[in-house]
Every structure is written in C-alpha cells, then in structure tokens.
C-alpha cells in the first residue's frame, strides 16, 4: 500500500563530501512528528500500521528537546544543504504552535553554523489538507513551506478510499485546505494515489485535476501483497492496480498531457524522464542509482526511508547515537547499495538509464526480495517506454533545442541515451526555469547543492 500522505521523494541522494575532521555528509530528512498518527483513516495507508511499532496510545509526539537534539547533530553534518519533509500520519495534528517553534529552531541552528552566510533551511510538508486554516496557510507563506495535498481525483474518486476515521467522506474538506492555499498563495502540488477505482479513468482523472488548475502533480501507483501474502504473487489487496492496469495507465496519461501541453502541467515522473534525456540526474530516488536519505520518528529513531521504517533498518536513536556514527555505519551504507543489485533483465533492460530498476520497495512487494529482483511495475514501465519512448525523445529533443541542448537520438545505445557531458551554465538556468526549480531545490546542474547556492547564486 501507499502512504497517502507521502511526500514527494527526496530531491538528494546523500552525498559525503571529503574534507578530513569538517567531513559533510549531505542529505534530506524526513520527519514523522505525529509517527503514523493521523485524522483519516484512508484504506490504502501503509503508515498506519506502524502503530504496532509506536502504539498510539503512547500518543506518539516528536518533542522540541528531541527535535533540537536531532538539528544539533543534523544542521553541522549537512549544512549548507538543509532539507526538511514533513509527513506522517498527518503532520498538522501536531499543531501549528510546534511548527512554529521547530521552524525557528531550524533557523537557531542554522544561524550557529556560520552567523554571517547563514545556510537557508527548507520545509516541505506532505498533508492531507484537512485540517488547514488561514493561520496555517500564513505560516506556511512566510516560512516558505512547499504544501504537497494528497487528492486522488473528484469526489467519485477520492472519497472511495480516502475517509476519516468515522467513515465520512473527506473530499470536501481537502478542497477547502486547498482554496486557503490559494488565498494566501501559498505553492502547492498534488499527490495522487493511483488505486483500483481511478486507474480504469485515466484520461476522467487527468482532465478533472487540470480543470482544477494543478499544475504540478505526482502520481503514485498502490499495490500490497494482500492479507496473509508473503508477496503480490500470492494476491493484492482490494485498493491494488496490477502492473497491466498500471501501463494502460501511464500510456493514457501521458498521451492526454501531450495534448494538454507539457508546458502547461508538470507530471513530475515524466517531467523527470525528459530531465534524464537532457542529462541531468532525477531528483525521484525512485528514478536514481542509489537509495536513502533520513527518517526522524517522533522519539529519535532514525531509518534509510520511510518504506523501511522497521526493527531491522533502525540506525539508531538520536539521544543515544551518533548521527555521523548511523549514516557512516554498514546498515546506511549497504542500504544505499541495495538498489544497484539487480536482476539480469534490469542489467540488460534497454531503459535502464531511466529506471534504474525502480524502488526496492516494489522489488520486494513483486517477490518478497529487493535483491536482484524485478520490480512489481516492470511491466508497465516496459510497455510504456516502448509505447511512448519516440514520443519522449521527441519532446526532449523539441523542448531541449529551445535551451539549446542537443539530446542524442535512438539509435545510440541504452547506456549512453542519457546524454553525458557537463552543462552550460546557461543550459542549467533554463532547464530550472522549465522544471520550475525552487531556491531551495537541488541545482539541476546535479552539484547536489541547492540551487540557490549554486547556479542561481552566479546570476
Ligand atoms: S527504497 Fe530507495 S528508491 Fe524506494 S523510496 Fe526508499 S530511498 Fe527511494
Ligand atoms: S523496465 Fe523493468 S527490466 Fe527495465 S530497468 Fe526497469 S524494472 Fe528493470
């Protein structure tokens, strides 16, 4: 199942950078101050079975001493680079009074690490929208929040597995957080879940979100093994779409944002894909060689990723470890490898370059292993980059000559597709125009700096 309140997937894969006893090692953090506490009770949440791990009767609450704690050891290992994504549950019940406070920490420590360049901090917070008001969409304003809305389509759509923990509907409540995101102005984007109901109205689906006027969307397909199944082999549970489901899906998409414009709307995995044909790296993990980033759970523990919040992928707590001491330790450092093994069709697949072999989540829903494995979702990828992928090299070639960027043709082989050279500084601020790169986002030049530390910087 997904998370749906998941939030967007890191933009940086962690990066040591050498430099003797002032070493850095830069990543982004994903925070889960409510732990899997949350308002609704959607049918297809991953999360909330992580109650058996962090029961809600302990009223799982990240405390300021903890979060302060974890900026202490954080804010000197990553800075300049300090990424902060808010998910749960649902982040907001924690109140906006601790954002609030948690928000000026951040700056605190920020400010300790080097008081006249201060490195900026960065929040993205994913949530169900639900419980948004003015005050916290002011917050979210002046503190420069990204909001990601999690909205599986119109009412027919969403309210089939999206209910509160009364059973009512929610849609109309997540539209009222959206439109006093609108009020104030604060940027947004929409995250979709693509389960049994909406897979089959595709085109039903993508037109209704563009006549909301969403212009930046992610989709996120559901699958679980189903009750009692060691993988999806054995059956998927009844929110699951099958990975042919899940072709049809993507090739139907994809067709009605050709015709919509891709100018128009971002469609963040295809978005990525023309990115990959540029030659610049994703910022999808999913889409990228190596794995990992940080989870903070409300009491200090700390995981690879929130897929793999689980006894045995736990780094540490940080009242009692070292945070250098967990992201320099054998368990971080062979979860990130985790993803290169592959199964020998990935190694041979002609779209590897832009697949990587997909999320080792998958690889272990399809067949129980992450190791040397294919994903559950191979399929649909297949078909769709066979289906659509003339019609991608054409339109990175298209979009690509207007910034001046000459993206190699099919015929060359798969390993080279992606183009290999270093960009232009010109190339890199056009590209962060077309993929509306934030300040704080990772430069697309692929530095792994923030583009407002980086390029945007030489402007
Ligand atoms: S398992 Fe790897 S690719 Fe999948 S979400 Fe986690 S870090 Fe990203
Ligand atoms: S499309 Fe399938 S075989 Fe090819 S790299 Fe992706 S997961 Fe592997």
Known sequence: MVNPTEVRQ?????QAATGGASRQFHTSVLIKPTSSRCNL????????????????????????????????????????????????GEPTM???????????????????????????????????GT???????????????????????????????????????????????????????????????VNRVNVEQPRE????????????????????????????????TDESITPEQFG?????????????????????????????LWGF????????????????????????CDFFVQDDQLLGNIHNTPLREMVGGRSFIEFGQTKAKLHDECARCPWLSLCYGECPRYRITASGSAEHTLPYFCESYKRMFSEKYPELERLSIESGRTLGLAVQQRAIPADERTAKRTPSFEQVLEVAKRSRT???????CGSGRKFKRCCQRQV
């Open 205 to 236: 689906l993508f037109a209704w979100l563009v006549a909301q006027e969403f212009t930046d969307i992610q989709f996120i397909p559901c699958v679980e093994p189903a009750e009692g199944a060691h993988s999806a082999e054995e059956g998927i």
């Open 438 to 444: 934030g300040r704080n986002d990772a430069c697309p």
């Open 281 to 304: 790296p994703s910022e999808m993990c999913t889409m990228s060689p190596a794995c990992g980033y940080l989870v903070l759970e409300h009491n200090g523990d700390c995981y690879p």
């Open 131 to 193: 419980l948004l008001n003015d005050d916290w969409a002011k917050f979210f304003k002046e503190s420069d929040f990204l909001v990601g809305i999690s909205l599986d389509g119109p009412p027919d759509m969403h309210d089939q597995f999206r209910r509160d923990r009364t059973a009512r509907p929610t849609f109309d409540r997540v539209m009222n957080g959206i439109e006093v995101l609108r009020k104030h102005d604060v940027p947004f984007n929409i995250l979709c879940v």
């Open 248 to 276: 049809e899906f993507l090739c139907q998409v994809f067709d009605a944002w050709v015709e919509t414009g891709i100018a128009n709307v971002r469609l963040r995995w295809y978005d990525n894909i023309i990115q990959r």
């Open 10 to 14: 890191p933009t940086g894969r962690p």
């Open 94 to 128: 924690m109140g906006l009074p601790f954002f609030q406070d948690a928000y000026r920490l951040q700056k605190e420590h920020a400010r300790r690490v080097n008081p006249v360049l201060t490195p900026p901090v960065t929040n993205s917070i994913q949530t169900n």
């Open 41 to 88: 009770d959607c049918s297809y949440c991953f999360y909330l079975a992580k109650a058996a791990m962090y029961p809600w009767g302990d009223h799982p609450t990240l405390s300021l001493d903890t979060f302060d704690k974890f900026l202490s050891q954080y804010v000197p290992m990553s800075a300049p680079y300090l990424t902060f994504m808010w998910q749960g």
